[in-house]
């Protein structure tokens, strides 16, 4: 049986088979292990390693791991400023302290930021973002209250042609196929991996064991 097909421009700029990106998820468990984003850029999409929480040493030695298991793309999940005391007093004096001290784009790094609305969208490509997260209230509640599908064309039209990837509540083909159609050029998917061999959370059985236990 031939190898399933779904390239598009954002798989040749990227250099990835497919336009399937594993988010960088943090909390309880390591849901993305180096193990994981190395196995999700070797099946051809873009792994993505979270790194909220750690410290930079053991940043640095997670992303040097994925290196050691894939000579795939991959990216890294980060929250910017990483102090507000450090931080410029304006968002505009943010943005030009992380150019000044982090110049990805002088390493041939694309960036990725996330929006919930078109208002965030906007921002994110004064700030350079090469690639705007569409992230609608099912992807954790955390962006802001529109929903998914009704908010990735109102992004999609209001930063064209810069290219728009879908997040929330996408956990299979159709939805996969629903975001494409309405202009966004990749996907941003995060629960559908968490049952993955790779992935660090718990099962049910050794959570139930430790409730049980406490």
């Excluded at 929330?168 to 061999?197: E, N």
């Amino acid at each position: 049986m031939a190898k399933p097909v779904l390239r598009n421009r954002q798989c040749e700029d990227l250099g990835i088979e497919y336009p399937i990106f594993l988010p960088g998820m943090a909390g309880r468990g390591d849901p993305t292990p180096p193990e994981m984003v190395a196995a999700e850029s070797e099946a051809g999409g873009m792994g993505v390693l979270g790194t909220s929480g750690f410290e930079p040493d053991e940043i640095r030695r997670r992303i040097r791991e994925v290196r050691k298991l894939t000579d795939k793309p991959f990216g890294v999940d980060c929250l910017l400023p990483v102090r507000h005391v450090d931080a410029a007093p304006t968002r505009s004096g943010v943005r030009e302290q992380i150019k000044k001290e982090y110049p990805a784009h002088a390493q041939g790094t694309k960036l990725m930021g996330i929006a919930g609305n078109v208002r965030h969208a906007h921002r994110q490509i004064a700030a350079g973002t090469d690639i705007v997260i569409a992230a609608g209230h099912e992807g954790g509640g955390h962006v802001g209250p529109i929903g998914t599908f009704p908010l990735i064309p109102q992004i999609v039209d209001a930063i064209a042609p810069a290219p728009v990837a879908a997040a929330g509540g996408i956990g299979d083909s159709r939805g996969v196929a629903a975001a494409l159609a309405l202009g966004a050029q990749a996907i941003w998917v995060g629960t559908a991996f968490l049952v993955a061999d790779e992935c660090a959370i718990p099962d049910a059985r050794s959570l139930l064991k430790r409730f049980r236990a406490e």
